[in-house]
């Protein structure tokens, strides 16, 4: 997951005589862990004015970073990619890599998901389309023989944002959910879902 800012961030006046805004963008897990410890405080010091928005994936976030409305942002490859192209390699500069690993794939635990085989006909949420997770699901779903379209195909990959999979997934309308973290996790520990496998930090992919 890198860290990109706008080419050339803007910087607003704020309400307090003499103070700067940088508008960020918070991805779960590495935007809080930075937020939480005062990271950019302490490197940009008083007199610049952190503000803080959640964005749920980085699809959302890069339209903001072309509306200007926030400076910075951590978003995964995909989205980052799709920006510095779309933009002509104007509007997005990549600072550095933030994070790797942490995406997970979350099926039934009632096992109407067993192999690879079993997913024709199953419907599949992903955070946001064309975010790393939407990528990476169809990818993967592609490279299993699946017929994977916009509108259905032999499984039905639907966005969905990461607040209503949950939801969703207990009520039993996902069959399987593409996620990061911190979703996950917390579906683990539950008896509604069941991790088959996740992206380790040194990119291999882990059963459990």
């Known amino acids: 997951m890198p860290t990109t800012r706008t080419s050339t961030p803007t910087l607003p006046s704020s309400s307090s005589a003499g103070s700067d805004h940088v508008a960020l963008a918070d991805i779960p897990v590495v935007g809080g862990q930075c937020r ?22 980085g699809p959302s976030a890069m339209e903001a970073i072309f509306a200007k409305s926030i400076d910075l942002t951590y978003v995964g490859p995909n989205p980052a990619i799709n920006a510095h192209l779309k933009s002509g390699g104007e509007e997005i500069r990549i600072v550095a890599g933030a994070c790797s690993g942490g995406a997970a794939l979350v099926v039934q635990a009632d096992g109407r998901i067993k192999t690879d085989a079993d997913f024709r006909g199953k419907k599949v949420a992903t955070p946001q389309f064309g975010n790393t997770q939407d990528v990476a699901a169809r990818a ?14 032999d ?12 939801a969703l997934f207990k009520k039993g309308d996902l069959d399987a959910v593409w996620t ?15 991790c088959t496998w996740k992206k380790t930090r040194s990119g291999r992919k882990a059963g459990t």
């Open 140 to 153: 993967w779903l592609h490279s299993k023989g699946y017929r994977v379209t916009m509108t259905g195909g």
């Open 155 to 166: 499984v039905l990959v639907l966005p969905t944002a990461n607040a209503d999979q949950l």
């Open 180 to 194: 990061v973290e911190p979703w996950p996790a917390g579906w683990c520990w539950k008896p509604a879902g069941v």
């Open 36 to 57: 939480g410890r005062g990271w950019f405080e302490q490197r940009l010091g008083a007199d610049v004015k952190i503000r803080w928005f959640v964005s749920n994936a």
